[in-house]
């Protein structure tokens, strides 16, 4: 493992363009705080991480209309949601 500081602002950004390009069927939304910290980790393991959730939560929601998350916080992952 490559310890480093991680920007997770830009590095999720990374994946959910990734993601999108291949998801069509479903809206990534990003809102993090201004002032959003960086982080100590390894930035491969990350990014795959983040690039299974998404695709594990993709799969599973195949009908954008059939399913809006909308969690509690800033950070903020919608689909099909108005």
């Keep these: 493992m490559y310890w480093s500081v991680v920007d997770v602002v830009a590095l999720v950004s990374k994946v959910v363009s990734t993601q999108q390009m291949n998801q069509t069927d479903h809206e990534f939304v990003i809102d ?5 910290p960086r ?15 998404l695709n594990n939560a ?6 954008p209309e059939d399913h809006c998350k909308r969690p509690d916080t800033r950070r903020t992952w919608r689909q099909g949601c108005d």
């Design 39 to 53: 982080i100590e980790a390894d930035p491969d393991k990350l990014d795959q991480i983040l690039t299974n959730l």
């Design 58 to 63: 993709s799969s599973i929601l195949r009908k």
């Design 32 to 36: 993090f705080p201004d002032d959003f």
